[in-house]
T-cell receptor
């Protein structure tokens, strides 16, 4: 069965600091998909990135970057020069090509302090 | 383009009452999902469907039922509401292209349910 672990329950950083959110996953399948979603205080869920297991390239999108390492089963998310608007709960999620369930981690609540 | 529409947005139920949470998508997505999010917690999968007529249990299916008679609609039924079902419920859909190929989820805005 799949499992997603986000060990950091809550993180607080001062604005403009860099912060990394950890995501460790477990699956026996070789083809799988990883996702990150953001849930701001308003409550909606916003898609950030999707990565399949065959694409280990790191991704950068503005101040956001993702580091995918199959060797450590990790898909970590870094925010550079954080801003107050980045304050949210961030979820990592996993599904595989043999199981259509999409399983979420418990989320990391990020506070960016002005 | 409405995306994923959930109704109602808020509901208060008494213990033992029943209700149906509605979810509809207009993107012709095959895959649909129901999640619950307890206060301060993550998303737990209740039920999911990979197409009309096909449903399957998720991580926490007890106390719920679903049906998928059309591609567009995926209602979630609570038969005998209990306080433990107090939660925010999210419906989501994605363009499943078969053979286990998964795209991103599109989420509804959620239904906040309180059972008293």
């Amino acid at each position: 069965a799949q499992k997603v672990t986000q060990a950091q329950t809550e993180i607080s950083v001062v604005e403009k600091e860099d912060v990394t959110l950890d995501c460790v996953y477990e699956t026996r399948d070789t083809t799988y998909y990883l996702f990150w979603y953001k849930q701001p205080p308003s409550g909606e869920l916003v898609f950030l990135i999707r990565r399949n297991s065959f694409d280990e390239q790191n991704e950068i999108s503005g101040r956001y970057s993702w580091n995918f390492q199959k060797s450590t089963s990790s898909f970590n998310f870094t925010i550079t020069a954080s801003q107050v608007v980045d304050s949210a709960v961030y979820f990592c999620a996993l599904t595989t090509n043999r199981d259509d369930k999409i399983i979420f981690g418990k989320g990391t609540r990020l506070h960016i302090l002005p | 383009n409405a995306g994923v529409t959930q109704t109602p947005k808020f509901r208060i139920l008494k213990i033992g009452q029943s209700m149906t949470l509605q979810c509809a998508q207009d993107m012709n997505h095959n895959y649909m999902y129901w999640y619950r999010q307890d206060p301060g917690m993550g998303l737990k999968l209740i039920y999911y469907s990979v197409g009309a007529g096909i449903t399957d249990k998720g991580e926490v299916p007890n106390g719920y039922n679903v049906s998928r008679s059309t591609t567009e609609d995926f209602p979630l039924r609570l038969e005998l509401a209990a306080p433990s079902q107090t939660s925010v419920y999210f419906c989501a859909s994605s363009l499943g292209q078969g053979a286990g190929y998964h795209e991103k989820l599109f989420f509804g805005s959620g239904t906040q349910l309180s059972v008293l």
